[in-house]
Protein backbone atom coordinates (compact mmCIF):
# COMPACT_ATOMS: atom_id res chain seq x y z
CA UNK A 1 0.00 0.00 0.00
CA UNK A 2 1.76 3.36 -0.81
CA UNK A 3 2.24 6.06 1.95
CA UNK A 4 -0.16 8.50 0.29
CA UNK A 5 -3.30 5.89 1.13
CA UNK A 6 -1.72 4.79 4.23
CA UNK A 7 -1.64 8.26 5.41
CA UNK A 8 -5.00 8.93 4.31
CA UNK A 9 -6.53 5.91 6.38
CA UNK A 10 -4.74 7.37 9.51
CA UNK A 11 -5.88 10.74 8.74
CA UNK A 12 -9.40 9.62 8.51
CA UNK A 13 -9.43 6.77 11.56
CA UNK A 14 -8.21 9.83 13.70
CA UNK A 15 -11.06 12.14 12.38
CA UNK A 16 -13.72 9.31 13.24
CA UNK A 17 -12.13 8.83 16.79
CA UNK A 18 -12.05 12.49 17.11
CA UNK A 19 -15.76 13.31 16.16
CA UNK A 20 -17.12 10.33 17.94
CA UNK A 21 -15.54 11.46 21.13
CA UNK A 22 -16.05 15.07 20.43
CA UNK A 23 -19.73 14.18 19.60
CA UNK A 24 -20.54 12.41 23.07
CA UNK A 25 -19.30 15.45 24.73
CA UNK A 26 -21.34 17.57 23.16
CA UNK A 27 -24.22 15.18 23.44
CA UNK A 28 -23.52 14.76 27.22
CA UNK A 29 -23.66 18.91 27.24
CA UNK A 30 -26.72 18.63 25.54
CA UNK A 31 -28.58 16.19 28.14
CA UNK A 32 -27.51 18.40 31.27
CA UNK A 33 -29.43 20.85 29.86
CA UNK A 34 -32.20 18.81 28.86
CA UNK A 35 -31.77 17.92 32.92
CA UNK A 36 -31.95 21.53 33.81
CA UNK A 37 -34.88 22.55 31.65
CA UNK A 38 -37.10 19.69 33.01
CA UNK A 39 -35.97 20.56 36.62
CA UNK A 40 -36.75 24.55 35.94
CA UNK A 41 -40.05 23.61 34.79
CA UNK A 42 -40.84 21.52 37.99
CA UNK A 43 -39.83 24.79 39.44
CA UNK A 44 -42.26 26.91 37.62
CA UNK A 45 -45.42 23.98 38.70
CA UNK A 46 -44.49 24.17 42.34
CA UNK A 47 -44.87 27.83 41.99
CA UNK A 48 -47.59 27.85 40.17
CA UNK A 49 -49.27 24.92 42.33
CA UNK A 50 -48.61 27.27 45.08
CA UNK A 51 -50.45 30.00 43.88
CA UNK A 52 -53.32 27.75 43.06
CA UNK A 53 -53.79 27.09 46.99
CA UNK A 54 -53.03 30.81 47.68
CA UNK A 55 -55.98 31.18 45.37
CA UNK A 56 -57.87 28.64 46.63
CA UNK A 57 -57.61 30.05 50.36
CA UNK A 58 -58.85 33.66 49.29
CA UNK A 59 -61.78 32.61 47.21
CA UNK A 60 -62.79 30.19 50.68
CA UNK A 61 -62.36 33.63 52.94
CA UNK A 62 -64.66 35.71 49.84
CA UNK A 63 -67.01 33.09 50.17
CA UNK A 64 -67.83 32.30 53.68
CA UNK A 65 -68.13 36.40 53.62
CA UNK A 66 -70.48 36.59 51.26
CA UNK A 67 -72.75 34.29 53.29
CA UNK A 68 -71.93 36.43 56.22
CA UNK A 69 -73.49 39.13 54.55
CA UNK A 70 -76.54 36.89 53.11
CA UNK A 71 -77.27 35.99 56.49
CA UNK A 72 -77.00 39.59 58.14
CA UNK A 73 -78.29 41.03 54.80
CA UNK A 74 -81.29 38.47 55.55
CA UNK A 75 -81.80 39.19 59.77
CA UNK A 76 -81.77 42.87 59.38
CA UNK A 77 -84.47 42.75 56.43
CA UNK A 78 -86.94 40.43 58.40
CA UNK A 79 -86.06 42.37 61.78
CA UNK A 80 -87.09 45.57 59.85
CA UNK A 81 -90.04 43.69 58.64
CA UNK A 82 -90.56 42.21 62.10
CA UNK A 83 -90.47 39.35 60.99
CA UNK A 84 -87.23 38.24 63.11
CA UNK A 85 -88.70 35.20 64.58
CA UNK A 86 -90.82 33.88 61.88
CA UNK A 87 -89.58 30.83 59.86
CA UNK A 88 -88.91 32.95 56.31
CA UNK A 89 -85.80 33.67 58.28
CA UNK A 90 -84.65 30.38 59.31
CA UNK A 91 -85.20 29.61 55.22
CA UNK A 92 -83.37 32.18 53.98
CA UNK A 93 -80.41 32.02 56.16
CA UNK A 94 -80.07 28.29 55.35
CA UNK A 95 -80.21 28.83 51.72
CA UNK A 96 -77.26 31.36 52.46
CA UNK A 97 -75.36 28.73 54.14
CA UNK A 98 -76.39 26.42 51.90
CA UNK A 99 -74.67 28.22 48.60
CA UNK A 100 -71.99 28.79 50.61
CA UNK A 101 -71.45 25.25 51.15
CA UNK A 102 -72.04 24.51 47.65
CA UNK A 103 -69.46 27.28 46.49
CA UNK A 104 -66.60 25.66 48.84
CA UNK A 105 -67.22 22.49 47.81
CA UNK A 106 -66.76 23.55 43.94
CA UNK A 107 -63.42 25.67 45.53
CA UNK A 108 -62.46 22.42 46.58
CA UNK A 109 -63.26 20.30 44.17
CA UNK A 110 -61.24 22.62 41.47
CA UNK A 111 -58.14 22.62 44.00
CA UNK A 112 -57.95 18.82 43.88
CA UNK A 113 -57.95 19.07 40.02
CA UNK A 114 -55.23 21.09 40.22
CA UNK A 115 -53.36 19.48 42.79
CA UNK A 116 -53.91 15.71 40.29
CA UNK A 117 -52.71 18.09 37.18
CA UNK A 118 -49.82 19.29 39.34
CA UNK A 119 -48.66 15.76 40.24
CA UNK A 120 -48.90 14.69 36.63
CA UNK A 121 -46.31 17.46 35.60
CA UNK A 122 -44.33 17.01 38.24
CA UNK A 123 -43.81 13.24 36.97
CA UNK A 124 -43.55 14.47 33.40
CA UNK A 125 -40.74 16.51 34.27
CA UNK A 126 -39.43 13.67 36.34
CA UNK A 127 -39.46 11.42 32.84
CA UNK A 128 -37.87 13.90 30.84
CA UNK A 129 -34.82 14.35 33.57
CA UNK A 130 -34.34 10.74 33.03
CA UNK A 131 -34.67 10.66 29.29
CA UNK A 132 -31.83 13.19 29.33
CA UNK A 133 -29.79 11.44 31.47
CA UNK A 134 -30.22 8.26 29.75
CA UNK A 135 -29.64 10.42 25.87
CA UNK A 136 -26.50 11.48 27.62
CA UNK A 137 -25.59 7.71 28.53
CA UNK A 138 -26.35 6.04 24.83
CA UNK A 139 -24.46 9.17 23.40
CA UNK A 140 -21.15 8.63 25.22
CA UNK A 141 -21.77 4.47 24.71
CA UNK A 142 -22.33 5.67 20.76
CA UNK A 143 -18.93 7.82 20.74
CA UNK A 144 -17.26 5.11 22.34
CA UNK A 145 -18.56 2.32 19.69
CA UNK A 146 -17.07 5.18 17.00
CA UNK A 147 -13.53 5.16 18.84
CA UNK A 148 -13.89 1.35 18.71
CA UNK A 149 -14.90 1.16 15.39
CA UNK A 150 -12.34 3.54 13.89
CA UNK A 151 -9.82 1.62 16.05
CA UNK A 152 -11.23 -1.73 14.24
CA UNK A 153 -10.73 -0.56 10.94
CA UNK A 154 -7.11 1.26 11.21
CA UNK A 155 -5.62 -1.63 13.07
CA UNK A 156 -5.04 -3.16 9.77
CA UNK A 157 -3.14 0.21 8.20
CA UNK A 158 -1.31 1.02 11.77
CA UNK A 159 -0.20 -2.66 11.95
CA UNK A 160 1.33 -2.28 8.62
CA UNK A 161 3.01 0.78 9.48
CA UNK A 162 4.64 -0.79 12.77
CA UNK A 163 6.42 -3.74 10.28
CA UNK A 164 9.93 -3.35 10.03
CA UNK A 165 9.83 -0.32 12.39
CA UNK A 166 12.98 -1.40 15.16
CA UNK A 167 13.42 -0.15 18.56
CA UNK A 168 16.86 1.02 19.03
CA UNK A 169 18.85 -0.30 21.68
CA UNK A 170 16.37 -2.81 22.72
CA UNK A 171 17.83 -5.39 20.34
CA UNK A 172 13.62 -5.72 19.11
CA UNK A 173 12.86 -5.37 15.55
CA UNK A 174 9.46 -5.66 13.90
CA UNK A 175 6.12 -4.25 14.98
CA UNK A 176 5.74 -2.99 18.50
CA UNK A 177 2.17 -1.37 18.03
Known amino acids: MDPLTIGLMVAGAGMSLFGGISGAGVAKQQAAVSRDIASQ ?21 QNFRNVQRARAQGLNAATQQGAQLGTGLAGGQAQATDQGLTNSLGINQ ?6 TIAGYNNKISGDKMQLASLGG ?3 EDAGIASFGQSL ?8 KLG ?3 SMPGTGFSGPYI
Open 137 to 139: EAA
Open 41 to 61: EQGINAQKQQQMHLQANRLQL
Open 163 to 165: KGI
Open 110 to 115: NLEIGD
Open 152 to 159: FGAAGTIG
